[in-house]
């Protein structure tokens, strides 16, 4: 299966960059639930391209439309499907990548899947616009999360090698964060990023950068052992984000350079509560969720479409082939993919507590 996620909200995504249109079908939503659709708008803006100087000049206007699961605005048990019909396709952009492939995408290895029937246009299916009704997803669980006390929170942690400030971990402050047009925490090391990504647009080039993410609200007690925990179902589905090359969950890798007495989340009581005084774990404990902030961290790759020239072949004639794109692309997928890893955090959290 492709596309499809979740186990009690199923949540499947289809279309492609240039295909009529794109959307989603959410299956197992609770009825009852009212979805205001001018903060599924404003989330799904967040994402948006062409907004700002260090974003892709393509403009989709992502208006979606609503074919069923919704009367009056209130969900009424029946699947909720959407779609968003596509424009502002050029898809001469792509003529020379059909035979050309671009080095780290997804041309190659879909037409070696696909028997060459894979649709390349503006990156087909494996496009980063798939991740509008990814969006519209997130957006419409957030809802619903939000009613019971479960928020998530996300920022652009790092880009190349500059780095933010990170979330508190035991007590997330951050309400306003989502609302920035660039989202970090230190707005001074934000415009070190801007002179970053746009230092990489003048070359020609791209960077890659870190999301962090944290979901507070989660009670203790939620997931399970083995194949079936938390961090297991956060990662594969966030692995479903395109260019998502690495997660690491609390303390993650720089768990490894501590002692246990370190690393240890000693535990003690907090408002009458049984909590830990440090949060390394991120939130889990055995696949399972112990009470703290679930906390994880996600590296974006530098997007791979750049507008140097690369080597590539020509797969019709077995040669070595000189390769200029063109289309309109990202000089960092960072600052957009902020609200998709919130998006489908919020998915898979749903998922886990309904
Ligand atoms: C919001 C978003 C926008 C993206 N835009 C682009 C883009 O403009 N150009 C590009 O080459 N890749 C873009 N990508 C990434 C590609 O879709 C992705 O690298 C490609 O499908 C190959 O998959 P992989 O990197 O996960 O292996 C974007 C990803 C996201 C999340």
Known sequence: MSSIMGNKIKISVFGQSHSKGIGVVIDGLPSGKKIDMEKVMAFMERRAPGRNAYSTKRREPDTPEI?????????????????????????????????TPRPSHADYSGYMRYNGFNDVAGGGHFSGRLTAPLCFAGAVCMQILEEMGVNVYTHILSIKNIKDDRFNPIKIENFEIGKKDFPVINDAKGNEMKAEIEKARLNLDSVGGVVECAITGVKAGFGDPMFDGVENQLAKNIFGIPAVKGIEFGNGFNATTLYGSENNDDFCIMDGEIKTVTNNSGGINGGITNGMPILFDVAFKPTASIYKKQNSVSISEKTEKELQIKGRHDPCIVPRAVPVVEAVAAITILDILI
Not at 72 to 96: E, F, H, K, W
């Open 67 to 99: 074919l069923s699961g919704l009367v009056d605005g209130v969900t009424c048990g029946a699947p909720l499907a959407m779609v968003i019909y596509n424009q502002n396709q050029r898809s001469n952009d792509y003529n020379n990548i059909m035979d």
